[in-house]
């Protein structure tokens, strides 16, 4: 069974530009979430789909957006780029949204703005 | 909103001695706590969860205790081997959901040989 996917790995933009991340997750799940990583923040909680239906929403801007498509992959966007937002953005993926599903994470994209 | 902090930042140990990672929370309702190591470039791995019913976990090396009354719960790995160093983040929160699920800032784990 194929694991979490996010494509693209790596990613550099400039500031005041815009870009999109997509996560793949594991067949059958309809959970996805999307998490900042920055050093020594831990995993900020950016937002969760289930269902395409955005479930909840982190303490971010409003620059940071997301969507969920039928077949549950989603992507997230950034606009207006800041240099504060060079991060590893990782998703995960569950079952369901309830924690007795394990929730598995993909391997990251790492955004750098210069 | 849950806080969840996290001790030590960074951690260093001689290989087959044991490490323990302290986190404590702020949101009493919390009743789940999962643990997870993420090797350098690596994705996070849950490796131990325990809920509020207990208040300790084993599986093999490591275990997780639990203070509801002091609102802190620990990491410990017995017999640490080099494969053990990582970033390994303690979360807490509801667990009815991930979206109310808070991680600590992470402990940077070395085993020295």
């Known amino acids: 069974k194929a694991g979490v996917t996010q494509t693209p790995r790596y990613l550099i933009k400039t500031r005041g530009q815009q870009v999109t991340l997509s996560c793949s997750p594991i067949?059958?799940?309809?959970?996805v979430s999307w998490y900042q990583q920055t050093p020594g923040q831990g995993l900020q909680f950016l937002f969760e789909?289930?269902?395409?239906?955005?479930?909840n929403k982190g303490n971010f801007p409003g620059r940071f957006s997301g969507r969920q498509f039928s077949n549950s992959r989603s992507e997230m966007n950034v606009s207006t780029l800041e240099l504060g937002d060079s991060a590893l953005y990782l998703c995960a993926s569950s079952l369901g949204r309830d924690t007795n599903y394990e929730q598995y994470f993909g391997p990251g994209t790492r955004l750098t703005v210069t | 909103g849950e806080n969840v902090e996290q001790h030590p930042s960074t951690l260093s140990v001689q290989e087959g001695d044991s490490a323990v990672i302290k986190c404590t929370y702020s949101?009493?309702?919390?009743?789940?706590f999962p643990w997870y190591k993420q090797e350098l470039g690596k994705r996070p791995q849950l490796i131990i969860d325990?809920?509020?019913?207990?208040g300790e976990k084993k599986d093999q090396r490591i275990a997780v205790t639990l203070n509801k009354t002091a609102k802190h719960f620990s990491l410990h790995i017995t017999e640490t081997q080099p494969e053990d160093s990582a970033v390994y983040f303690c979360a807490a929160g509801q667990k009815t959901s991930y979206d109310k699920v808070i991680f600590g800032p992470g402990t940077s784990l070395s085993v020295i040989p």
């Open positions: 949101d009493s309702a919390s009743n789940y």
């Open positions: 325990i809920r509020s019913n207990v």
């Open positions: 067949s059958g799940h309809r959970s």
């Open positions: 789909y289930f269902s395409e239906t955005q479930r």
